[in-house]
């Protein structure tokens, strides 16, 4: 079972990674699904991940319930909305158009709704 954790996490990240550069895959989700794998599958991997100098602090931030900063939320509303209209604009069927209409406002409820806003001392 770890064998196959550990596989899915190094799928997660890599497919992560590559979201960082296309606009329509996601980075977050595949990071978040990749750190719980490893921290089920293997505390290196995990630790590796949790201790990256680039995404490190998002992860144990969010794993520690503090949240994500309200700006990431801003910009992450941003770019997936723009990425959905673009593609809602090129798609011609209205049965994809809607479905990635609805996609686009469960992530946003789920996001603004019920991942904590982390507040920044000041």
């Known amino acids: 079972m770890k064998i196959f954790l550990n596989l899915v ?3 997660a990240v890599a497919l992560g990674i ?3 550069f296309l606009p329509l895959l996601p ?3 595949f990071l978040l699904l990749a750190s ?3 921290a089920r599958g293997s505390t290196r991997l995990h630790h590796w991940l949790q201790t990256n100098p680039i995404f490190g602090k998002y992860l144990r931030d969010y794993e520690n319930g503090k949240g994500i900063p309200l700006r990431g939320k801003i910009w992450v509303l941003i770019f997936m909305w723009s990425s ?3 593609s809602m604009w090129r798609v011609d ?3 994809l158009q809607i479905m990635l209409l609805l996609i686009g ?3 946003s409820v789920y996001l603004i709704r019920f991942v904590p806003t982390m507040r920044i001392p000041k």
């Open 9 to 11: 996490g190094c799928l």
């Open 18 to 20: 590559l979201g960082i």
């Open 27 to 29: 980075t977050t989700p």
């Open 36 to 38: 719980a794998c490893f």
């Open 84 to 86: 959905l209209a673009y």
């Open 93 to 95: 069927k209205p049965g």
């Open 105 to 107: 406002g469960c992530v």
